[in-house]
């Protein structure tokens, strides 16, 4: 009996493992109608998940964790979006110019990047606001954590 069992238990572990990612498979591609060919995309469908898959399984885990910790992944995903905001602004430019002959003719013009200018300002600024957002982060999911276990 217990060599029964033992033969029994890995294949219904292997049957029950495989079920939910046979649940998440695609449905086979219509080229692939032929006896092999389905065999073939029954076993793909088997190991290799939906195209997908880690998206879906990505934002059922940040749906829980958000719920659980009561919004932290909305500030990381604001605070996030604001430096991208900052990073875009680093690519663009900003020129103050005046043409040929502004002032008299003949006079030269000049343009000038005000954004370039600027540049190591902003990298400073950039700097020291991520240092701040991460101290305020780190505060932040403490006292979450804190009242979390103490409820």
């Excluded at 990612?21 to 449905?27: E, I, K």
């Excluded at 092999?36 to 898959?53: E, H, K, Q, R, S």
């Excluded at 958000?66 to 604001?82: P, R, T």
Aim: net charge neutral; aromatic share 14%; charged share 15%.
């Amino acid at each position: 009996m217990k060599k029964i069992v033992s033969l029994i238990l890995p294949v219904l572990l292997a049957v029950l493992l495989t079920i939910p990612a046979a649940a998440d498979a695609p449905a086979p591609a219509a080229a692939e109608d032929s006896f092999w060919g389905g065999i073939g995309t029954f076993f793909t469908n088997l190991f290799v998940p939906a195209d997908d898959y880690f998206v879906r399984k990505s934002a059922q885990l940040s749906a829980h964790a958000n719920e659980k910790l009561g919004g932290v992944a909305d500030l990381y995903h604001m605070i996030n979006d604001f430096f991208d905001a900052f990073d875009q602004a680093r690519t663009s430019s900003f020129y103050f110019q005046q043409p040929n002959g502004f002032f008299t003719p003949g006079s030269p013009g000049f343009r000038i990047n005000v954004f370039s200018s600027v540049e190591s300002i902003i990298r400073v600024i950039k700097a020291i606001l991520t240092a701040a957002v991460c101290l305020i982060t780190a505060i932040a999911c403490y006292h979450k954590l804190r009242k979390f276990f103490k409820e």
